[in-house]
């Protein structure tokens, strides 16, 4: 499997909060991003096994509802509880968790089936039917996939 392919122009809040937030660089909205507690911006969130605790969402986790163009541009971001729909081209099944994703440059929202040995498995979402995910906070800094 892979990422959810997410369509920019169908993303859109349907409840929940979002806050605002000052982007630590280059961010597109669909993005899970993390809170940077040092430097109080938000970044692509990671779960690699070479990630560390913060790019894993040890100081927070959101999706982005906007997107940044460069560090230091605001940003809107949906916190947990938020509903959100993704778009047909995701098409994120109901019941199905999503994971913050291990590939690439961060930011990907991945199934439970990506998430592999030694990864950091940190639930982002659940699918809720009609192409649409439920935000969730579930953090462990221990809970590395064995």
Not at 5 to 24: F, H, K, M, Y
């Amino acid at each position: 499997m892979t990422d959810l392919a997410i369509t920019t122009s169908q993303v859109a809040l349907v409840s929940g909060d979002v806050d605002p937030g000052i982007a630590g660089e280059a961010i597109t909205l669909g993005q899970i991003v993390y809170y940077n507690e040092v430097t109080g911006q938000w970044l692509k969130a990671l779960a690699s096994a070479v990630a560390t605790a913060a790019q894993a969402g040890a100081g927070g986790l959101g999706f982005a509802m906007g997107t940044a163009i460069a560090a230091g541009h605001r940003i809107g971001i949906a916190k947990p509880g938020a509903i959100i729909t993704l778009g047909a081209a995701a098409a994120p099944a109901a019941g199905t968790y999503y994971f913050v994703s291990p590939a690439g440059t961060g930011g990907g929202i991945a199934p439970a089936a990506d998430i592999l040995t030694t990864m950091k498995s940190v639930a982002i979402a659940v699918g809720i039917g009609n192409n649409q995910i439920m935000l969730c906070r579930v953090y462990n800094g221990g809970a590395v996939k064995p």
